[in-house]
């Protein structure tokens, strides 16, 4: 009868290879996903997402527009909905704001503080910013709101990324 026996030794040198190679697939894969993930995707570089606001229809009172897209993060998709305040400033020119307050990141509206009409507030520490975004000095905010990139396509707004500005 045939036995064939593990040693420890060699016991010990399959389960470290084992869990070795199994670590070292772990560190890899992500980093081939982020090597390939933009070549599958097709369009890489085209990060604007269609929102179904009309550039017609956009006027100078800041309007909040939600755009969705899907994102991936590490395994998972999901689908991401965020907020642009959009106008149109005195030159026709479009403007589209981030809602994310620069000082703790909470989520700014437009025209809601009685006593600072026509600014966008933020309720939690009352940061405020001019129409155009720019933060009011002595208020919490040390930035002015993000503002996004945008383009139109076929009459409609398409949202782009969101990019700091320098502070007041
Ligand atoms: S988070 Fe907006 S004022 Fe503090």
Redesign the pocket.
Known sequence: MSKHRVTRRQFLSYTLTGVGGFMAAGMLMPMVRFAVDPLLKGGAGDNFVPTDKKVSDITSEPTRVDFSFKQKDAWYESEVTNTAWVYKNEKGEIVALSPI??????T?DWNKDKEHPNQFF???????YTKDGTNVPG???TAPLDVYEYRIKDGYLQIGKAKPRKGA
């Open positions: 307050c620069k000082h703790l990141g909470c700014v933020c309720p939690c520490h009352y940061g405020r208020t919490p905010p």
